[in-house]
């Protein structure tokens, strides 16, 4: 994987290069390189214990990397002290100043950095009126609802006009609903500002739904970067393709141009050997839909059990040699036997294991 | 719930308690404190004649303005010492720290006789100090002014009370969110504007709590003065405890007491205003 690839050096803010982090026995992050592009929306991704948050607290500053270096506009970051740094995070658990209140936490950062006294004000004003916040300027952090401390600690860091923010699962403590609110706040605030982001989290739908990029970590290493529907569309690895959305892994072999996996045949341009292709279950439809798709590979399955989902159902279906098979297809009422279904060839995506 | 029997048996005894040891005894003092004596013995006539002694006669005023100074000078210096150490212990300890908090709470284990007594062998003219500044050749005598003065009454006691300085203020130190600090340093505040503005104010509680601690004790402290220091060295606990023995003064040693008693409560209902306005959790 070559992250780097599709963002040329010149643009690129900030610049990820083979850094490596253990502690003590164990190793975090390994070798990885990562290019951020000035204005961009990158997401890490990845289960916890990936090394995300790992990655974000060394560009903050609060851990050394064991090797490697870190850039950021054409300036060495990794040696600087936090404090130095022009770069300022969002903390998951918000980490405002319980004895100060909201102007005050705002105002912080510049304080800290001398900026004039008749500047302070209006500036802390600003942001206060950015995230809509102005009227709880006088009250402590505790009196505030988690969106609200969500809404004070992005005013804290921006009010400093960073050059970088970083957001450490920021949305993780809030609940369903004010959560979808904040992604669409963070999401227009970002355009505003025009601040490149660097956002960590777990949650694949938030890491689809806000990023221009998305970087997928396994392991301390990254699996893939790429924008959110290029991922989707064309997952590099099987773990890819299971991380993000939900995903059919074919497991098969190619023998001149075509792929055998079970009952499923289909024309493939892949090289003759093992081969294991991702087909996501919303690729699949009824045959009796009567749909024009090109390429379209049939199959008969029978139906084991039904999901409602609203808009869709998920069905699992049991291929004649056993193989289990999910399907989404549009909601029409219980199901029931044996059906043809039907896919195109081109919607199975060879992936590495 | 529970039954009133059951009730009754489990409040009864700390009522007892409280009645006989507390209720009691205070009502006596403070009872006492407004009688006289008479040709040595104690007339249950009400006045006020031991409160204007105490505020008329110059030697009270003298012994109990040495008191409030010893007082504040152990606080201060048990703050100086204590602050420091929770703090090196609570953030830069590492895995030290375990053992480190150990050995500051291993003196409280040892007697308060036997560590007056330390003191007395290390400050004495004959004692381990006076004993190395003449090995030195810094003195050419013994220094007699180290042992029976309120120096080593400060000394002492801060010694003492240094521990239970440092725990209330080691405890404030381990709950403060240790991303607070990262925020601090992520803003752009460096090490020392991070101590002065985010774990000085959110250490307060402790600290507060410590300094009262100091501060109440020493104030109430009287076998430091017996121990080292000396007729220089007398605090107000030892006049009421002439007063109540050798003297058999006892409705002017009550009436000290009642004097002591009302300072110090309203020391700690100040405090604990103090630390409640300082604390956000």
Known sequence: MTPAASTSPSTALLEVRAVSKRF?????????????????????????????????RLIA???????????????????????????????????????????????????????????????VEAALAMVRMSEYSGAKPTKLSGGQQQRVALARALVNRPQLLLLDEPLSALDANLRKEMQGELKSLQREVGITFLFVTHDQEEAMALSDRIALLKDGSLEQVASPREIYAHPATAYTAQFIGQTNLLRGSVRANVAECGILRFPSAAANGPVLFSLRPESIFLATDNLSIADPVRFRATIRQQFFGGSTELLELVCADSQLVRARIDARGPLSGEHEFVFSAAEAIRVTP | ????????????????????????????????????????????????????????????????????????????????LGFPLAYFLSFHAGPRKELLYQLVIVPLWVSYLVRGYAWKTILGTDGVLNGALQYLHITHE??????????????????????????????????????????????????????????????????????????????GDFLAPILVGGPSGTMIANVVQSLFGAAYDWPLGAAISVFILFITVGLLFCTERLEKRWTFQ
């Not at chain 1, 002290?81 to 100060?100: D, G, I, M, S």
């Not at chain 2, 007699?144 to 080691?170: E, G, K, Q």
């Open chain 1, 61 to 123: 500053g609060f851990e050394q990397p064991s090797a490697g270096e870190i850039w950021m506009n054409g300036e060495r970051l990794d040696t600087l002290a936090p404090y130095k740094r022009r770069v300022n995070t969002v903390f998951q658990q918000y980490a405002l100043f319980p004895h100060l209140n909201v102007r005050e936490n705002i105002a912080y950062g510049l304080r800290a950095n001398n900026t004039p006294k008749q500047e302070v004000a209006p500036r």
């Open chain 2, 1 to 80: 719930m529970y039954s009133r029997l059951y009730k009754l048996a489990v409040s009864l005894p700390p009522l007892f308690w409280v009645v006989l040891f507390l209720l009691v005894p205070y009502s006596l003092m403070f009872a006492h404190s407004f009688w006289i004596t008479q040709d040595g013995s104690i007339v249950h006539s009400w006045s006020l004649h031991q409160y204007s002694q105490l505020f008329t006669n110059p030697l009270y005023a003298t012994v109990f303005f040495r008191t409030l100074r010893i007082a504040a000078f152990v606080t201060l210096f048990s703050l100086l």
């Open chain 1, 24 to 56: 003590s026995e164990k190793e975090v992050l390994k070798t990885l390189s990562l290019n951020v592009a000035q204005g961009e929306f990158l997401t890490l991704l990845g289960e916890s214990g990936s090394g995300k948050t790992t990655l974000l």
């Open chain 2, 142 to 219: 013994p220094l007699s002014a180290l042992l029976y003065s309120p120096f080593a009454v400060v000394l002492m006691l801060t010694h003492i009370y240094t521990p239970f300085v440092f725990l209330p203020i080691y405890a404030s130190l381990e709950h403060i969110p240790r991303p607070l600090v990262e925020a601090s340093h992520d803003l752009g505040a460096n090490s020392r504007s991070t101590f002065f503005r985010v774990i000085l104010p959110l250490s307060m509680p402790g600290l507060l709590a410590g300094a009262t601690f100091a501060f109440v004790l020493t104030l």
